[in-house]
């Protein structure tokens, strides 16, 4: 099997690289490559479908920090993204937000969506784990207004946030190859304290469990 390992920075995932040169990228049988996309949905989008075409993947697999919207997943914790959404496609006004879909520009389901979701059909495939599958949110723009946190929570109820997740979910479905996308917390969605922040515990806890599904391929 080839599977390609994607994440917006090298940061994320360096311990995990780290191992896969050690293995010379290939472990019982199966070659991982990896692929580092870049911050933002753009970016994410351009080089994922380039690499897919050039090489396409039996799976793929994203991995990186995030935000959480939830007392419940504090920073440190473990999530299986199951469905995502772009949460800043739409337009505000008079302090509502409404997505293309309320605009009438879209309709729910078309395309690789689930009514307005992105919603991955292989979870089945990592239940094993013991990680929560949770609902993501993909905004471009990090979330730090108060009134627009409320906003999101209310209107999709996400539980972490990304900037790639989206674009990951959107372009695995459009080629049909199966995937999956693993989020460690680094922080609540909104707090710009960094010192509050625990990106090292998040990186490690991360790269902890992608080492250990790799050595259980």
């Known amino acids: 099997m080839y599977i390609l390992l994607t994440a917006a920075t090298k940061m994320e995932i360096q311990p ?13 049988g199966h070659e991982i490559d990896v692929l580092l996309t870049g911050i933002g949905s753009i970016s994410t989008t351009y080089l994922l479908t ?4 050039n090489h396409r993947p039996d799976y793929l697999l994203q991995a990186g920090i995030g935000g959480s919207f939830s007392e419940q997943y504090a920073p440190g914790s473990l999530v299986f993204v199951k469905e995502d959404i772009a949460g800043d496609l739409g337009v505000e006004e008079q302090g ?9 520009l879209q309709e729910p389901g078309q395309g690789p969506y689930t009514g307005k979701f992105l919603v991955n059909p292989y979870t ?3 239940d094993e784990h013991g990680i929560d599958f949770v609902r993501g949110i993909t905004i ?8 627009r946190i409320e906003q999101l929570q209310q209107k999709y109820a996400p539980v972490v946030e990304s900037m790639e997740g989206a674009a990951f979910h959107y372009t695995a479905l459009m080629e049909s190859i199966p995937f999956m996308q693993i989020r460690s917390v680094s922080n609540y969605v909104g707090e710009r304290d960094k010192a509050k922040w625990q990106m090292k515990k998040a990186i490690d806890v991360l790269n902890e469990k992608l080492i250990e599904i790799i050595t259980n391929l």
């Open 140 to 147: 471009n723009e990090i979330t730090t207004r108060t009134a």
């Open 16 to 28: 995990t690289v780290d191992f896969l040169r050690q293995h010379d990228f290939q472990y019982h």
């Open 96 to 104: 509502i937000f409404k997505d293309v879909t309320e605009m009438g």
């Open 50 to 53: 380039y690499n897919i075409h």
């Open 124 to 126: 089945e495939d990592w």
